[in-house]
């Protein structure tokens, strides 16, 4: 790629990625734009009371009968990723358009735009944002989502303190001595290779839904909280999901994100510890359990087949 095109694709991703403001030089690990520094060189929300990420406490947490089941649409898409792409600060997958989210408590529906990670150094090195029971899980999975109503304006979006939606998934290594699983992860991570510099971007290839990445999760088991994005300008406008369920990948599998992905080019430094320390707790709450939101549900089908007129 030439100079002008290779600049053209830092104006086009640096932005989107988490919606981070571009002109502010932020950074996980050096000490003059480290988290701890994002309060004053991004005054905009880093230092609000609703900031992101925090430790969930199950023990804590309390339930809420409006958290209802997600649907997710087109996440069995073989055909949703468009791109892949280093953005200095993750590993970004932007999708087409047609994927989207509803129930899960949700106000209306939410629009799904993209994915990216964030990770420790390898997987003996955890690095997941969220923390359970004050457990760092390896990697965290982020799938964003943002209001249907602001048509993909993220402006719109984060100036609204539910704007977006997101859904964090931890993952976990796999137990046993297993490579390359789940063929999922390995089919994403194959892409790293193509990738190794900030701003590097390639198309992604038909075959890997959005539910592929997520085997083993039962999405309707979930903790809820108001908070904020996990990156300047922290805007207070996500409603975020961490499901209960992590996702198994292997240890190889892991250990690719921290090994071959430069924060600029090859002599730059690889991208390790891309994540934003513990923020004060806010109030968590979960979906009261399956059972009873099933029987609620037949509950609900018996009192229609009395309307209808139905035996
Ligand atoms: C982050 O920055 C602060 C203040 O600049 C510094 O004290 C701290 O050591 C830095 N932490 C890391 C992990 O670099
Ligand atoms: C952040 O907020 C705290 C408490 O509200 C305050 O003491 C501190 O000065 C603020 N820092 C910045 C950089 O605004
Ligand atoms: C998003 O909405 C704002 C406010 O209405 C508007 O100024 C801006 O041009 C919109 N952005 C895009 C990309 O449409
Ligand atoms: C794990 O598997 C590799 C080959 O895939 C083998 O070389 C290694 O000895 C195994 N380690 C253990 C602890 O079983
Ligand atoms: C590589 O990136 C570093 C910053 O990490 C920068 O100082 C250096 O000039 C870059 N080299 C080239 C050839 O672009
Ligand atoms: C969940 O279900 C179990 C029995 O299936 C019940 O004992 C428990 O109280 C329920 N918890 C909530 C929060 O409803």
Redesign the pocket.
Known sequence: MNFLGTLLTLCVLVPSAHFADSSIAWCYNLPTCNDTTWPTIATVSCNGSRQSPINIAPGSVQTDPNLNAFTLNNFDSPIAMDTIANTGKTVQINLVRGLSISGGGLSENYDTLQLHLHWGRGASVPGSEHTLNGRRYPMELHIVNSKASYNRNTTLAVADSTGLAALGFLIEEMEGNTTGQPASWQTLSSYLARIPNGGDSVLVTAGVSLNDLLPGVDTTRYYRYLGSLTTPTCDEAVVWTVFKDTIKVSRDVIDRFSSML????????LMVNTYRNLQPALRVTTQVNSSASKACFSLGLMVLSVLLGRP
């Open positions: 430069h924060i600029d080019n090859s002599t730059s430094p």
